[in-house]
């Protein structure tokens, strides 16, 4: 179509199929009224600058057109966001957050919210309030938790990406349960503005997907500094779209073999060992770390976690959003209806772990339990911190079992929080992991293999799975009943 | 009463007006309407977070070094289990001196913090208005050295005063008695107080009676939160509220920690202004003014920084103290306004004071050269050059009226002849009438009796 000729639609059309760029179109105009408007005078003002930066603007919507499912404990402005609990029923937020503001200036479009555990407390999304998310590889099967419905909607073909949360392994459990990429980024790296805060401390926002470099797109448009969120890092994201392919030549990979001892499924442990053999075949070096503190990661997390929570989730009185408990007579005062609100409107692990998290922080037990966890945290940190004056990267299967069926542990919390063992560390010390797919049990389920990197190196987890996925039998597998 | 030593600790809040809260934007606006100065953040809505606000780490730090303080180079935050999150403990080992009783008096400070303002509710109604929330406020905590209600009221004045606070601050004494001699501190009550410094004298004074009469029984004091009803003038334990008083403090996880460098301290310093006591000293040592005088000029910043400047340019204090103390005090209250805001200034009155000392006008005058001054602005000597005031010193011109006068007016005249000196003021009053108050009374006087004694 010859520039003199070109119409409206079929510039849209250009550039929407990536024939024209959107600066090439807005040059070419530019260029026309500098060479024309001498002799016409029909322009008072040309704004050729900032035509340009708008149409550089357009342009760079590294998401344009990608839909996208966000978590439900993620604050989506004018649209339901309930935590998985009663107690935000139809709690429609006035702001987005500010990941939802970035994908969305990048152009994708949110397709839904996604079911999840309430208030993210939980390993397989049972202890939602709405009902349990189940898994595509096996209904009958649960997707992992806390983002167990953002895992199962990417595995399924729902969307081609959400983003979840990660406190004690809730992005990267589900996302190895359900075959897909999961990515926890390190702490500080992405705003948690507008999540619904469950550990301060621990909380990340992240992306999960079918792809190591579709993690990696979407971590580019969520990182970033926030003047919103204090504990957000000011130093702006490296670029993370030259790594690929990922090279793994000469990258060292560490493997605390005491921690995987006990207690993991035989199938989880081949599988693991086939993925370090693949990524040895391609040039990396394998050896072991030794992380003396991990075994103490599970009660340090179910100590600190708690605690955060219980201060986190006293907002939820019933006085200025969602559910309020209905009073009978004029006797009951705020005190009552404090108490009824948070009965009706929390589940059983909410107020498990609310009760938890207060006696660690009431006097006469914060030294001995909060504060006692919070010194082993800098131990297991410190672990990690020698161990990667050796390695690059430290590697783990993600869970220890795959997915197991509704109902077989909710009856036994400590079963459930034990799950978390390979998960934890990883949001106790703030340092990135990433999920991979690592292929399927007899049973064709998925397994997962963990990868934990050096603060703010997300780069070389990105690096080394994308080695991995390119070498991998299993990376066109999808759920049979789903593909 | 004789045998009890009362000990008082005070806890004070001072709001700071900062231009936005202490975590978010908003700006407080008194007066405004309910719920209006609210944002997601300080109403505590799901997923928000705070951010600090420079500006009243700022203020505290100032704060902190006015009243001697160290200032920790790094504090934390904790957060107070009541849903909001409290502040830094930043500063300690400070002191306040005040006056008590001619005497200067110092009580040590245990901390300085900063912290949020809470929600305030409507009595009668279950409302609730979030405009205060998150406010920034300052709190002082004394160590309980204070023995006697009106040192603790002296206390509290001081605090203000070098705080420059304007408004009521929140004063809450915690006050228990022991035994004269005794080292070992009594059980102590808290009153919650927002009123008034004499409500707050009538409710230490009573609590004092009423531990005594405790005491004195042979009982215990109850270790308890008080209120203190002005109707009744009694104080009264607070009832229903059970605060837990076990606030679950830990550090707060959303907010990094606060350095405060050596380079920061070192600029506030300088910026701060003399302290009111210092300043009282200086006047009464360098301008050999009274105790009182120095008390009345120091009365906020704007007053004392104009006495200064006045009694400077004008090398007469005393002369600039009877003026601002007088006549000036008089044009501001009827006026409403504040020194800061007259047209007048200190080099108003020192030229004032400059013409009365080489007699242009004499101190009747002057007071209406001020007047004009104040409503103008115009310098003195202008209004006397625009209305013609300038005394009349020329003693020809003053004679020709005084014989006048005296003309008029013979009896008087006779009486002062005759041995009644004081008739001569009639006589002055004449003259001055007849030249409009501008003959110089000294030479009147002195014309005057030079003619009613010849003759």
């Known amino acids: 179509m010859a520039p003199g000729a070109w119409t409206v639609t079929g510039i849209r059309a250009a550039v929407a199929g990536g024939d024209l760029s959107a600066r090439e179109v807005c040059a070419h105009y530019l260029d026309r009224i500098a060479a024309t408007d001498g002799r016409l005078h029909a322009f008072t003002t040309v704004l050729r600058e900032a035509a340009l930066a708008r149409a550089d603007e357009v342009d760079a919507r590294p998401l344009l057109g990608v839909p996208i499912a966000v978590k439900d404990v993620i604050c989506t402005r004018g649209v339901p966001t309930t935590a998985g609990s009663r107690i935000l029923a139809g709690y429609r937020p006035p702001y987005d957050a500010t990941v939802v503001s970035r994908l969305l200036d990048a152009g994708a479009v949110i397709v839904g919210k996604t079911n999840c555990d309430e208030f993210a407390m939980g390993s397989s999304t049972e202890h939602s309030a709405y009902g349990p998310t189940r898994n595509p590889w096996a209904l009958d099967r649960i997707p992992g938790g806390s983002s167990g419905g953002a895992a199962a909607a990417v595995a399924a073909g729902q969307a081609p990406a959400s983003i979840g949360t990660d406190t004690g392994g809730s992005i990267r459990q589900p996302a190895a349960l359900c075959g897909v990429v999961g990515l926890k980024p ?243 010390t703030g340092l990135p992991a990433i999920s991979l797919p690592a292929g399927l049990t007899q049973a064709r389920l998925p397994i997962g293999f963990q990868l934990v990197g050096r603060p703010f190196d997300e780069a070389t987890l990105l690096r080394i799975g994308d080695a991995l996925e390119r070498d991998a039998p299993w990376s066109d597998e999808r759920p049979p009943a789903f593909a | 009463m004789e045998k009890y030593e009362i000990v008082i600790g005070l806890e004070i809040h001072a709001e700071l007006c900062t231009e936005s809260k202490l975590f978010c934007n908003c700006a407080y606006i008194f007066g405004a309407l309910a719920n209006d100065c609210t944002c997601p953040i300080c109403l505590g809505m799901p997923g928000t977070l705070p951010v600090i606000n420079r500006r009243a780490v700022e203020f505290s730090v100032r704060a902190g070094l006015a009243m001697g303080c160290e200032i920790t180079p790094s504090s934390k935050f904790d957060r107070k289990n009541y849903f909001y999150p409290d502040l830094p403990k930043n500063y300690q080992n400070g002191q306040v001196s005040f006056e008590f009783e001619g005497e200067l008096r110092t009580v040590a400070l245990r901390r300085i913090h900063l912290e949020e303002d809470a929600v305030t509710g409507d009595p009668t109604r279950s409302f609730m208005d979030f405009n205060r929330a998150g406010v920034p406020l300052l709190e002082i905590v004394s160590e309980p050295e204070l023995h006697s209600p009106e040192e603790a009221i002296a206390y509290c004045r001081a605090v203000k005063e070098i705080l420059e606070y304007k408004g009521s601050l929140r004063c809450e004494p915690n006050l228990s008695l022991r035994p004269k001699g005794s080292k070992e501190l009594g059980t102590r009550t808290e009153i919650k107080n927002k009123n008034s ?83 009282r000293k200086r006047f009464i040592s360098d301008y050999d003014i009274s105790p009182d005088n120095a008390e009345f000029l120091t009365n906020t910043r704007p007053l004392a920084e104009f006495f200064d400047e006045a009694a400077r340019l004008s090398g007469e204090p005393t002369t600039c103290a009877n003026w601002i103390m007088g006549d000036l005090t008089r044009l501001l209250n009827t006026a409403e306004i504040e020194i800061q805001d007259a047209k007048v200034t200190p080099a108003h009155l020192n030229e004032l004071i400059q013409l009365i000392g080489d007699a242009t006008i004499s101190g009747k005058i002057a007071k209406s050269v001020l007047d004009d001054a104040f409503e103008t602005g115009k310098m003195p000597k202008q209004i006397v050059s625009e209305k013609g005031l300038a005394q009349i010193t020329d003693t020809s011109e003053i004679e020709t009226i005084v014989l006048q006068v005296v003309e008029e007016n013979p009896g008087p005249a006779q009486d002062y002849r005759d041995g009644t000196k004081k008739a001569i003021g009639f006589l002055v009053g004449q003259v001055m009438r007849a030249t409009r108050g501008k003959a110089n009374p000294q030479l009147v006087n002195e014309i005057l009796t030079r003619v009613l004694s010849t003759d």
């Open chain 1, 186 to 428: 390190t702490y500080g790296r992405v705003s948690r503005y507008g999540l619904l805060a469950f550990a301060s401390s621990l909380d990340q926002i992240g992306p999960l997907t079918w792809t190591v470099a579709d993690a990696a797109a979407v971590l580019q448009v969520l990182a970033g500094p926030d003047p919103r969120d204090a504990t957000a890092s000011t130093e702006p994201p490296p670029d993370l779209s030259r790594l690929f392919p990922g090279n793994v030549r000469g990258t060292r990979i560490g493997v605390p073999r005491v921690a995987l001892a006990d207690g993991v499924d035989p199938e989880v442990l081949d599988a693991f060992g086939a993925a370090l053999a693949m990524l040895s075949d391609r040039g990396a070096e394998v050896c072991d770390v030794d992380l003396p503190h991990m075994q103490y990661a599970v009660p340090v997390y179910y100590l600190v976690a708690p605690a955060e929570a219980s201060s986190n989730l006293a907002r939820y009185d019933g006085v200025r959003y969602g559910h309020r408990a209905k009073l009978d007579g004029a006797a009951a005062g705020v005190s009552e209806m404090y108490a009824r609100t948070r009965s009706e409107g929390f589940g059983a692990e909410v107020k498990r772990r609310i009760m938890l998290g207060t006696y660690a922080l009431s006097a006469g037990y914060y030294d001995a339990y909060y504060v006692h966890a919070q010194r082993v945290r800098s131990l297991i940190r410190n672990d990690f911190d020698r161990a990667f004056a050796a390695v690059d990267a430290v590697a783990m299967p993600t869970t220890p079992t795959p997915a197991f069926r509704i109902g077989e542990r909710i009856d036994d919390p400590l079963a459930m929080y034990l799950g978390d063992v390979f998960t934890v560390s990883a949001n106790l």
């Open chain 2, 197 to 279: 410094f004499q409500e707050l004298i009538d409710a230490m004074e009573y609590e004092v009676k009423r531990q005594a009469r405790i005491l004195d029984a042979g009982e215990e004091v109850v270790q308890e939160t008080l209120l203190f009803d002005a109707s009744t003038g009694k104080t009264v334990a607070m009832r229903g509220k059970e605060e837990a008083d076990d606030y679950r403090y830990f550090p707060e996880p959303d907010l990094v920690h606060v350095q405060i460098s050596d380079e920061w301290i070192e600029e506030s310093q300088p910026t701060l202004p003399e302290l009111p006591a210092a300043r």
